[in-house]
């Protein structure tokens, strides 16, 4: 009997994966430890690895989304007798599959380049490798890729490639605009989702509040030559994270999740920071902040962010939220709304640093100020409260010491 290959489980909340790519083609031979294929999951994209030696036949094309546990295609042992139809699965697993792989890189990411085969058998599928950006670009410039040259590994083919060969000759249309409808999958899709049913599912109201921050540029300046030698560049971001996370200790019922009409509370308060990638958004989180103090999370925001972008994030990193913090002041916004990471009950959108005006009697005075920008869940509290907790960070945040303490 041949090996199922299934569309493997990852974490306890995914209900549904996209095999978004396979790795080696119909037919091909595969060894242990080969990649199989790329799964985009609700939050992260993994890759697949053959736990056995064989032929690779798929029973599953690409872009079919499922449910985990379906199988997807069938490895057969050397010299095993290959039909001509495949077998139909007698069944789908209602759990996590034994012995699954487990996967090592659990973030939004180019693929690797696929594995060579190993023997001669004709492909009856073949495609040419190309990342996911690069597929998305072609897709969006009507760019054939069958007539892109891969610069990357192994020949894959790039989004420089995709863009090189949108401007030759033969790819410029004769003053016609190019139409594309492409369908939303994997990060985009969970998104655009998750932010419809966040504002369907909650009462969320917004409030700004501004922020006096001439102490902390002058405390973050202090602390960047300070800590330069550590190897750590504390960031604005993580001033507003630890002082988010001290006054969520006082203010608890913002730590908190609406669930099936009841007030979730946490032990324990762990934040999300938004990173933007060009896949979208991803919020690693930073657990148990009371235990920690700012060089902590300076260093911990940074390792973050990293491994977002290098795509190497692991399930435990984008997990366990109770609140979240988002920044755009980085592209000169002020202020703006941003939507509850549900079913968390708050979220603190930060706006930039800008000079304004201070009076001292008659006397005018340059300042520097930002604007904080809280959405709350009505449903868990009132105004009042939610007020009470957003001037708790501006204090903190005007006397800045007393993130070091």
Sequence with gaps: MPAEIYLIKVGMTMTEGNLEEWYVADGAIVQPGDLLYRLETEKVEVDVDAETEGTVKHLIAEGTTLEPGHVVGF????????????????????????????PTSLAPKAAPAPSEPRSTTTATTERRPSSPAARKLASELGVDLGNVEGTGPRGRITKDDVERASASPENVSSGLEIASSAPIRGVRKTIA?????????????????????????????????????????????????????????????????????????????????????????????????????????????????????????????????????????????????????????????????????????????????????????????????????????????????????
């Excluded at 039909?83 to 759990?95: I, K, S």
């Excluded at 988010?244 to 999300?272: C, Q, T």
Aim: charged letters at 25%; hydrophobic letters at 40%; aromatic letters at 4%.
């Design 75 to 102: 490895i057969y042992a050397p010299g095993e007798e290959i039909p001509e139809v495949l077998p139909t699965p007698t069944h789908r697993p209602e759990t996590e599959p034994p012995n699954m792989p487990e």
């Design 193 to 405: 989702q998750r932010m419809r049913a966040s504002l369907a599912d909650t009462a969320q109201l917004t409030m700004d509040m501004e922020v006096d921050m001439d102490k902390a540029v002058k405390l973050r300046a202090r602390l960047v030559d300070e800590w330069t030698s550590e190897g750590i560049r504390v960031s604005y971001t993580d001033l507003i994270v630890f002082a988010s996370a001290k006054a969520l200790l006082e203010h608890p019922r913002i730590n908190s999740a609406f669930v099936d009409n009841a007030i979730v509370s946490h032990n324990s308060v762990n934040i999300g920071i938004a990173v933007a990638l060009e896949e979208g958004l991803v919020v690693p989180v930073i657990h148990d902040l009371s235990s920690k103090d700012l060089k902590t999370v300076a260093r911990l925001s940074a390792e973050l962010a990293q491994k977002a972008r290098s795509g190497s994030l692991e399930l435990e990193d984008v997990q366990g939220g109770t609140f979240t913090v988002t920044s755009l002041g980085m592209y000169g916004v002020d202020s703006f709304t941003p939507i509850l990471n549900a079913p968390q009950t708050g979220i603190l959108g930060v706006g930039r640093i800008y000079d304004a005006l201070a009076w001292e009697g008659d006397t005018p005075k340059k300042c520097q100020r930002m604007r904080l920008s809280l959405t709350w869940d009505h449903q868990v509290l009132d105004g009042a409260p939610a007020a009470e907790f957003l001037a708790n960070i501006r204090a903190i945040l005007e006397s800045p010491d007393r993130l070091l303490v």
